[in-house]
């Protein structure tokens, strides 16, 4: 059993800062590219940023500049420090990885996701 679970969210004004966390746990051998996503009501879901094994990483161009991901492998965590908040970046972000299990199996894992709203 693997289980993502993002915390971090909240209500913040805009120009304001937010660090969003992904903890996985469970049956994990190795985890590969870990992804932030985020989904505004009545919109669909969207890729905001990625972070390979490795460390490379690629942004939406709506959050370059403004958005940083980075992980901590030894804790099976990814991050998301949100800086420069504006009010379209209101959505409930969610996190995905693709996992290795022990088993060698790979398979696609999501959060519940945590809601961020940017007002004023």
């Known amino acids: 059993q693997v289980q993502l679970v993002e915390s971090g969210g909240g209500l913040v004004q805009p120009g304001g800062s937010l660090r969003l966390s992904c903890a996985a746990s469970g049956s994990i051998f190795s985890i590969n590219a870990m992804r932030w996503y985020r989904q505004a009501p009545g919109k669909q879901r969207e890729l905001v940023a990625t972070i390979a094994k490795i460390g490379s990483t690629n942004y939406a161009d709506s959050v370059k500049g403004r958005f940083t991901i980075s992980r901590d492998n030894a804790k099976n965590t990814a991050y998301l420090q949100m800086n420069s908040l504006k009010p379209e970046d209101t959505a409930r972000y969610y996190c995905?990885?693709?996992?290795?299990?022990?088993?060698?199996?790979?398979?696609?894992?999501w959060g519940q996701g945590t809601q961020v709203t940017v007002s004023s």
């Open positions: 995905n990885a693709f996992i290795v299990r022990p088993t060698l199996d790979i398979s696609d894992y």
